[in-house]
């Protein structure tokens, strides 16, 4: 999401579920009761998406989900069948940011060929005059975008952009770190009131909820081959 090419995938910090036996439930209705009580709520800042993920390759089928997401923080929610069975599952993530050399280079040649542009077609002078209150606007924009939530949003995931806003031009709080410690309690509480909800209409009173302690993270063949030996490399080894 943060990246020119490649999307960044979630940081999983929290992760729960709820195994059904024997039981039967609606996706859509569960997603929609969600949403509708999320809107009575009026989170501030949040986008609710409907997101597919792959069950294995890129010809596998399709498994909705749910996305709440604020800033980089995002629960992934879902409810679906297993045979006869049903689970419903919320995994809380962090969308990583990172700003690459070669992005920054990138970034930093097209300025230059901004420059180059305002050069040749106003000359030295009020080329360099353009460019400088493109720059200032670009400041302007920082600064005043903390208190224009829908500007703040759109900077916050823009290529390149977005990492030096945040960098520069939006510094941590107090508030901001309690906010998202208010957004996840308040979300993870109202999935789980709407999944004891859905149980209870199907005849469970009460459901259980299992936390994962360890939460798993989606990798790549590659990554499994190195979290493999970074495993083995740490185990101690018995001398006889």
């Given amino acids: 999401m943060f990246g020119i090419i490649r999307k960044r995938k979630p940081i999983i910090f929290a992760h729960w579920y709820v195994p059904l036996m024997d039981f039967e439930s609606d996706t859509g209705q569960f997603f929609q009761s969600l949403e509708e009580e999320l809107s009575k709520r009026r989170v501030p800042e949040l986008i609710i998406e409907r997101i597919h993920f792959k069950h294995a390759g890129v010809l596998s089928a399709n498994r909705a989900y749910l996305r709440l997401r604020r800033e980089r923080v995002v629960i992934d929610i879902c409810s679906a069948p297993f045979g006869t069975s049903w689970w419903f599952s919320a995994r809380a993530a962090v969308l990583p940011r990172i700003l690459r050399v070669w992005e920054l280079l990138l970034f930093l040649l097209g300025m230059g060929s901004f420059f180059?542009?305002?050069?040749?077609?106003?000359?030295?002078?009020?080329?360099?005059?353009?460019?400088?209150?493109?720059?200032?606007?670009?400041?302007?924009?920082?600064?005043?975008?903390?208190?224009?939530?829908?500007?703040?949003?759109?900077?916050?995931?823009?290529?390149?952009?977005?990492?030096?806003?945040?960098?520069?031009?939006?510094?941590?709080?107090?508030?901001?770190?309690?906010?998202?410690l208010m957004f996840g309690d308040l979300v993870n509480t109202i999935i789980r009131i709407k999944v004891v909800e859905f149980c209870m209409a199907g005849g469970i009173v009460e459901p259980e909820f299992i936390t994962v302690k360890n939460p798993e993270q989606i990798l790549t063949e590659r990554e499994l081959v190195k979290y493999a030996v970074d495993e083995l490399s740490d185990k101690p080894t018995k001398h006889s």
């Avoid at 977005?162 to 508030?175: C, D, M, N």
């Fill in 116 to 180: 180059a542009l305002y050069w040749q077609l106003y000359g030295l002078m009020v080329g360099g005059i353009v460019f400088g209150s493109s720059l200032l606007f670009m400041l302007v924009v920082f600064l005043t975008a903390q208190n224009w939530s829908g500007l703040d949003e759109a900077l916050l995931y823009m290529p390149v952009i977005g990492a030096l806003y945040e960098r520069f031009a939006r510094p941590e709080s107090y508030h901001r770190q309690d906010q998202r």
